[in-house]
């Protein structure tokens, strides 16, 4: 069966940068790309960006540009979130997503647990 | 501020029918396929209704969808106590070039 595993919670301080994992089992992990989502407390979903796992091709959120990187291992079908000079809104529960997309689909099938990233100094 | 425009919330009674809409533009809805994702309390979002009417396999048949233009809506009929969650649609951006959501609903069942 398809799961995303990702990290554990962190605590940073402001101005820090935070990687996230999302461990990918039960599918072919080069045949899907992975998207990456947030979520405030209490508020509602923001799409922060997607990257090939066949290619590593990335798009990111025009908000987010420049200070988020998104990267995949093929080896251990392991993707990554690197979110760099982090403020106090940036604190959110981040999801990564499955991301289908391929003739008259395009959507997040499967995401994984979530990890809550907190920004406080 | 959202992209795509949902009402905060909706409720019903068990049993009944509701349906939530969602209003987006020519750049997303008008010319993308819109989805659904359901997120239970405390839960990740689940994928509830894609490519505008589909739906995924174990999804009862109670969830469906449409969309005309440059709006979408779910529907809910039969309700039950556990629908009560947080539905969001979704598409895909041309202009912006990324994925939109919807600011959410909060379904109650009363």
């Known amino acids: 069966q398809v799961q995303l595993v990702q990290s554990g919670a962190e605590v940073k301080k402001p101005g820090a940068s935070v990687k996230v994992s999302c461990k990918a089992s039960?599918?072919?992990?080069?045949?899907?790309?992975i998207s990456w989502v947030r979520q405030a407390p209490g508020q509602g979903l923001e799409w922060m960006g997607w990257i090939s796992a066949y290619n590593g091709n990335t798009n990111y959120a025009q908000k987010l540009q420049g200070r988020v990187t998104m990267t995949t291992d093929t080896s251990t079908s392991t993707a990554y979130m690197e979110l760099r000079s982090l403020r106090s809104d940036d604190t959110a529960v981040y999801y990564c997503?499955?991301?289908?997309?391929?003739?008259?689909?395009?959507?997040?099938?499967?995401w994984g647990q979530g990890t809550l990233v907190t920004v406080s100094s | 501020q959202s992209v795509l425009t949902q009402p905060p919330s909706a409720s019903g009674t068990p049993g009944q029918r509701v349906t939530i809409s969602c209003s987006g533009s020519?750049?997303?809805?008008?010319?993308?396929?819109v989805n659904w994702y359901q997120q239970l309390p405390g839960t990740a979002p689940k994928l509830l209704i894609y490519s505008n009417n589909q739906r995924p396999s174990g999804v009862p048949d109670r969830f469906s969808g449409s969309k005309s233009g440059t709006s979408a809506s779910l529907a809910i009929s039969g309700l039950q106590s556990e629908d009560e969650a947080d539905y969001y649609c979704a598409a895909w951006d041309d202009s912006l070039n990324g994925g939109v959501f919807g600011g959410g609903t909060k379904l109650t069942v009363l």
């Open positions: 020519s750049s997303n809805i008008g010319s993308n396929t």
């Open positions: 997503a499955r991301h289908r997309w391929s003739g008259s689909y395009n959507d997040f099938d499967y």
């Open positions: 039960g599918y072919t992990f080069t045949s899907y790309g």
